[in-house]
C-alpha cells in the first residue's frame, strides 16, 4: 500500500506532514469516542513522535492518532487471522515545514533540497524539494530519529518497501532556491548504517529496495550486504535487450516483481501507448509463458504471478483492467495526481475466484 501517512494538498502521500502519524481521512469512524486513559497511554507508547505532531495538528490530534490505531489495529488483526501480511511504504525523505522538519530542524540542511537527475520520467529530472538530511548529525544521534521511524513502519505493516532507497549511497542535491532539478549534484549517502542501526535494537526489519532508475554498482553492493530484494517491472521488460533485468526470464529469486508501480501508467493504458516493437516482444514473452487469449492487463497479471521472483504485486487497477484514466501518479506532474479511489464491490467474489486460479496455478498458494 502507499504511505499511510496524511497527504499534502495536492494528495500525495509522499510529502506528509509527518513521517509517524496516521491519516484521520482513512477512518471509518472518525468521531468515535476516545477515553483520557487511551490518549495517555498513546503519548507514553508514542512519546518519540506525537508531542511533534501535536504541535504541528493542533487540538485533537492525538485522539485521531488513537482511532486510528485502533481501527487499524482491528484491520490487522482481521487480516493476521486470515494469512494475510500487510506490505508497506516508507518516503525517503520528509515534507518542506512539515512536523518532523520543524521538530528536529538539527537534522536537516537548509542549503540543498531532493531531487533526482533526469532520467526516464522527465528531462528535466524531478525537483521535489523536500529537506535533505544532515547525515553527520544523524550518525551522531545514532540514527535514533530513523530507527523510531522504521519502529512505528512495524507497527503498522509487516514489511515496507524503502522508497528512492539508492539516496542510503548517494543523493541528488539540488541548491535551495533552484529553479531546475538539472542544478543538482550526487552527494554520499549514510551507507548501510541506517538499517543496520534499526536491527541491531529491532530486530528483523522486513525491506524492500526501491532501486529503479539510474542504480550503480554501489547501490547493488548495499542491497545484497543488507540482503534486501529489488524491484522488477515489467512495464520496462520490453526494450528487446536480451539482457533487460526487467524480463521475466532475467528475474531473480529475491525479487518482488510488478506489473506496474503508483509511478506507472495501469497495464491496460500502458499497453495502449506501446509501438509495434514492443507490443511484438510483448505478445512473444507472454506467448512463451503459455498466456493466451487474455486482455493485456489480466496476462500482465499472469506474467506477473509466473515469475521467479519471490513476491509478486498487482495494482488494483491492473486487477480491474482499467485504462489510464485510473492511473495514481505522472513523475514531475506538479497536479492531477493521487485521485483514484478503490470504490466498494468493485472487489467482486467473481475477480477473487479468478486470481486464486490463476495464483494457484502459479504455485504461489501458501502450502497446507
Request: net charge negative; no cysteine; charged share 30%.
Given at each position: 500500500m502507499l504511505p499511510l501517512g496524511p497527504p499534502d494538498e495536492d494528495g500525495s502521500p509522499y510529502a506528509s506532514p509527518s513521517a509517524f502519524a496516521g491519516w484521520p481521512g482513512l477512518l471509518a469512524r472518525p468521531r468515535a469516542?476516545?477515553?483520557r486513559a487511551e490518549v495517555d497511554d498513546f503519548r507514553?507508547?508514542?512519546?518519540a513522535w506525537i508531542g511533534d505532531w501535536e504541535r504541528?495538528?493542533?487540538?485533537?490530534?492525538?485522539?485521531?492518532q488513537v482511532r486510528f490505531a485502533r481501527e487499524w489495529g482491528e484491520l490487522r488483526e482481521h487480516a493476521t487471522a486470515r494469512g494475510v501480511l500487510l506490505m508497506g511504504d516508507v518516503p525517503f525523505y520528509v515534507a518542506p515545514r512539515g512536523a518532523d522538519a520543524r521538530a528536529?530542524?538539527?537534522?536537516?540542511?537548509?542549503?540543498?533540497?531532493?531531487?533526482?537527475?533526469?532520467?526516464?520520467?522527465?528531462d528535466d529530472g524531478q525537483l521535489w524539494g523536500n529537506p535533505t538530511y544532515d547525515w553527520a548529525a544523524v550518525r551522531a544521534t545514532g540514527y535514533r530519529w530513523w530507527v523510531d521511524r522504521f519502529r512505528r513502519t512495524l507497527e503498522l505493516v509487516d514489511a515496507a518497501r524503502i522508497d528512492h532507497f539508492r539516496a542510503f549511497t548517494a543523493w541528488w542535491g539540488v541548491p535551495t532556491g533552484a529553479r531546475s532539478a538539472t542544478a543538482g549534484r550526487w552527494r554520499r549517502?549514510?551507507?548501510p548504517a541506517v538499517v543496520?542501526?534499526?536491527?541491531a535494537e529491532l530486530g528483523d526489519v522486513p525491506l524492500v529496495a526501491e532501486d529503479l532508475g539510474e542504480i550503480t554498482p554501489a547501490v547493488r553492493r548495499l542491497m545484497t550486504g543488507l540482503d534486501l530484494p529489488g524491484m522488477r517491472v515489467l512495464h520496462f521488460a520490453f526494450s528487446g535487450r536480451a539482457d533487460n533485468p526487467y524480463l521475466p526470464a532475467n528475474h531473480p529469486e529475491h525479487a518482488v516483481v510488478y506489473t506496474g508501480t503508483?509511478?506507472?501508467?495501469?497495464?491496460?493504458?500502458?499497453?495502449?501507448?506501446?509501438?509495434?516493437?514492443?507490443?511484438?516482444?510483448?505478445?512473444r514473452v507472454l506467448e512463451e509463458a503459455g498466456i493466451r487469449d487474455d486482455a493485456p492487463a489480466r496476462a500482465l497479471v499472469r506474467l506477473a504471478l509466473a515469475s521467479a521472483a519471490r513476491t509478486?504485486?498487482?495494482?488494483?487497477?491492473?486487477?480491474l483492467g482499467l485504462g489510464s484514466e485510473a492511473r495514481m501518479n505522472t513523475p514531475g506532474r506538479r497536479s492531477g495526481n493521487w485521485g483514484w479511489r478503490l470504490r466498494r464491490g468493485q472487489l467482486t467474489a467473481e475477480l477473487a475466484a479468478w486470481l486464486r486460479e490463476r495464483t494457484a496455478e502459479a504455485g504461489r498458494l501458501p502450502q497446507d
Open positions: 469516542r476516545v477515553s507514553e507508547r508514542h512519546a504541528f495538528a493542533g487540538e485533537g490530534a492525538v485522539e485521531d528536529h530542524p538539527e537534522l536537516f540542511r537548509d542549503d540543498l533540497v531532493a531531487g533526482v537527475p533526469p532520467d526516464a520520467f522527465s549517502g549514510p551507507g543496520e542501526a534499526a536491527r503508483h509511478d506507472n501508467d495501469t497495464t491496460a493504458g500502458w499497453w495502449a501507448s506501446l509501438d509495434e516493437r514492443e507490443r511484438a516482444q510483448a505478445a509478486a504485486l498487482v495494482p488494483a487497477q491492473d486487477l
